[in-house]
C-alpha cells in the first residue's frame, strides 16, 4: 500500500502563489504517473495535472495551463504544484494521486489512479 499526504494548502490573495507537495510512503513503486485533481464545493473533482515518470512529460488542464507547474522528484518520492496568479475559481481541496502502473497516455480521469491523499484546502479570497 503506497500513502500520499499533501501539505502547503492555505489562504492566499488572487494573484499569489501557493506550493502544494505530496510526499509517498509505504510500498514503493516504480514507473507510475502521479497527479493532482481538485474539488471545490458542490462541483464534482476536476483533472489539474499529471507527470510522468521521467518528470519530463506534462499535462495541464486548460484552466490551469501556464500558471500551473508539476514537477517530481523521485528519490525523495514526492511531487509538487507550483500555483501562479491564482484566482478565486481555483479554491478547492486538492488531491494528489499515484498510478500503479505506466501507462502511454496522459490520465486525466480518477478512476486511472490507484492511490490517493486525503486533500489540501487552497482558498483565494478576492
Known amino acids: 500500500q503506497v500513502q500520499l499526504v499533501e501539505s502547503g494548502g492555505g489562504l492566499v490573495q488572487a494573484g499569489g502563489s501557493l506550493r502544494l507537495s505530496c510526499a509517498a510512503s509505504g510500498r514503493t513503486f516504480s514507473g507510475g504517473d502521479m497527479g493532482w485533481f481538485r474539488q471545490a464545493p458542490g462541483k464534482e473533482r476536476e483533472f489539474v495535472a499529471t507527470?510522468?515518470?521521467?518528470?519530463?512529460?506534462?499535462y495541464y488542464a486548460d484552466s490551469v495551463k501556464g500558471r500551473f507547474t508539476i514537477s517530481r522528484d523521485n528519490v525523495k518520492n514526492t511531487v509538487d504544484l507550483q500555483m501562479n496568479s491564482l484566482k478565486p475559481e481555483d479554491t478547492a481541496v486538492y488531491s494528489c494521486a499515484a498510478r500503479r502502473n505506466m501507462g502511454s497516455l496522459f490520465y486525466t480521469h480518477a478512476r486511472h489512479y490507484d492511490y490517493w491523499g486525503q486533500g489540501t484546502q487552497v482558498t483565494v479570497s478576492s
Open positions: 507527470i510522468k515518470w521521467s518528470g519530463d512529460s506534462t
